[in-house]
């Protein structure tokens, strides 16, 4: 179906559409040797679902596209959990004498909580 029906579908305007496959919220456009895209029922669930994650978590399509390239890049990924430790937001992972001595504690069948005179 052409944008302007696909719009009206979805409760938006073609100028939205446009943004969003703009940002890559959309499925890659299959048909190439067209000038005109055409939108199928794989669009649609892809458009319909980013506006709920719109609504459900009060994001702009920007934002979510964003979130979909930190899922997807590792490097932007990793710059936005920086962040997060530095702010406070995430807390920073164990290091793996943590993670070894926590596995050997596992093992000999104690909880991973040490009394404090053996920290």
């Given at each position: 179906?052409r944008?302007?029906?696909?719009?009206?579908?979805?409760?938006?305007?073609?100028?939205?559409?446009?943004?969003?496959?703009?940002?890559?919220?959309?499925?890659?456009?299959?048909?190439?040797?067209?000038?005109?895209?055409?939108?199928?029922?794989?669009?649609?669930?892809?458009?319909?679902?980013?506006?709920?994650?719109?609504?459900?978590?009060?994001?702009?399509?920007?934002?979510?596209?964003?979130?979909?390239?930190?899922?997807?890049?590792?490097?932007?990924?990793?710059?936005?959990?920086?962040?997060?430790?530095?702010?406070?937001?995430?807390?920073?992972?164990?290091?793996?004498?943590?993670?070894?001595?926590?596995?050997?504690?596992?093992?000999?069948?104690r909880?991973?909580?040490?009394?404090?005179?053996?920290?």
């Amino acid at each position: 179906m052409r944008i302007t029906e696909a719009a009206r579908q979805l409760g938006t305007t073609p100028r939205m559409l446009r943004y969003r496959e703009a940002l890559g919220l959309l499925p890659r456009s299959r048909s190439e040797h067209t000038a005109q895209r055409q939108y199928d029922d794989r669009d649609l669930a892809a458009v319909q679902l980013a506006l709920d994650l719109e609504r459900r978590y009060d994001v702009t399509p920007a934002a979510l596209a964003f979130a979909l390239r930190a899922l997807a890049e590792p490097s932007v990924a990793a710059d936005i959990r920086n962040l997060g430790y530095r702010t406070g937001r995430l807390t920073a992972p164990p290091t793996q004498a943590q993670i070894d001595r926590d596995r050997a504690l596992r093992w000999l069948g104690r909880s991973g909580v040490l009394p404090p005179k053996q920290r």
